[in-house]
């Protein structure tokens, strides 16, 4: 549990960097709410939860002097990291700052080291908007940290909008003026997650009666199936409409243009 002192600490730290009003803060600690229009647990599937890739922290911990942000930061546990601002648009145990997520940080410009973002950039209406908001934020030179799925099912927190390729990934960033100098697969992101979510999914959504098909069947047996044959056709018109949408290999729209 992190002590209201070490809050207290955390936001003298960071107070110089908030905007107007907020670095007048009467409460004079975190969390603060900047905004009247956060999300709330309920709207989300569930609490976002993960360790901080050991890139990230181990760039702040050598560089204790400067200040970070981890973006979309969900819950933490109790690791402390008194040099990073945590930012969340909803009250989760973690957040120092809960935002707006439809308005532009309450953040001076230029007066972060570094960002963190992680499994976020796809839960946003307008990436790009972000993106920009983050170079708007850091100092000349500053860095960015990205974790940004491609092939992952539907999951909500409380939105899922856009997934991107490596060339999706690099080119958003370049395209706001960013250096790219890394864009790699890591290890949590490999296709082995990808094969043993959409299986997960499939076989849990799937009813029980049904279930047994697919777990029964070998890998080469599952790969030489007709993908528009009867036994597709069965488990897919088995599946509830979510579990549709949630492991839908593309969607289509018609669309018009309002008079």
């Known amino acids: 549990m992190i002590s209201s002192a ?22 004079g600690t975190f969390p603060l709410f900047t905004t009247d229009r ?44 008194h040099n990073v601002l945590n930012v969340e648009v909803y009250p989760s145990r973690s957040a120092d700052l809960i935002v707006d997520p ?11 080291d570094g960002i963190g973002c992680f499994a976020v950039l796809e839960h946003t209406r307008q990436p790009w908007v972000v993106v920009r908001e983050m170079r708007r934020m850091l100092r000349k030179g500053g860095t960015v940290f990205i974790d940004w799925p491609f092939l992952q099912p539907v999951h909500g927190y409380p939105s899922h909008y856009f997934n991107a390729t490596r060339e999706g990934l ?36 799937l009813p029980a009666e049904i279930r ?34 949630e492991l839908a290999c593309g969607n289509s729209l018609v669309a018009k243009k309002a008079a």
Request: hydrophobic share 35%; proline share 5%; net charge negative.
């Open 170 to 205: 690099k080119t958003i960033f370049e395209d706001e003026g960013f250096e790219v100098e890394l864009c790699d697969t890591f290890v949590n992101q490999t296709v082995a997650y990808t094969v043993s979510w959409v299986l997960g999914a499939l076989n849990h959504h």
């Open 212 to 245: 047994p098909e697919l777990l029964n069947m070998t890998v080469g047996e599952l790969m030489a199936l007709d993908v528009q044959g009867e036994q597709w056709r069965r488990w897919l018109e088995a599946l509830p409409a979510t579990a549709r949408e």
């Open 38 to 81: 956060s999300y709330d647990l309920e709207n989300y599937q569930s609490e976002s939860q993960g360790n901080l890739p050991e890139i990230f922290t181990h760039f702040v911990e050598v560089q204790p002097d400067k200040l970070f942000m981890d973006l979309g930061c969900g819950y933490r546990g109790d690791i402390l990291f």
């Open 6 to 27: 070490d809050r207290a600490a955390k936001f003298e730290r960071f107070r110089h960097i908030l905007e107007e009003p907020w670095h007048q803060s009467k409460a």
């Open 102 to 112: 439809t308005r532009p940080y309450p953040i001076r410009s230029e007066t972060l």
